[in-house]
């Protein structure tokens, strides 16, 4: 699975990181994929939820050693 575009939202607070993920999503085509890096904790909480409030699909998330892979 190869991601069409990624948004780096590693530091980015809370509710931005979130917002500008689905904003991200909503400017993509179906089908295409999004690769996100985001801080643990409350970060990946609010932006996974966020994301199938929005409507979107989470096809994988994996944590790394200082952040998550969405």
Known sequence: ???NEELD???VPCPA???RAVLQLSMLSSGEILLLLVD???P???V???IELAGHEILQK???ESHWKI
């Open 44 to 46: 990946i909480q609010n």
């Open 17 to 19: 990181n979130a917002a």
């Open 40 to 42: 643990p904790g409350e």
């Open 9 to 11: 939202l590693r530091s």
């Open 48 to 50: 996974l939820q966020s």
């Open 1 to 3: 699975m190869t991601a």
């Open 62 to 64: 994996s944590p790394e």
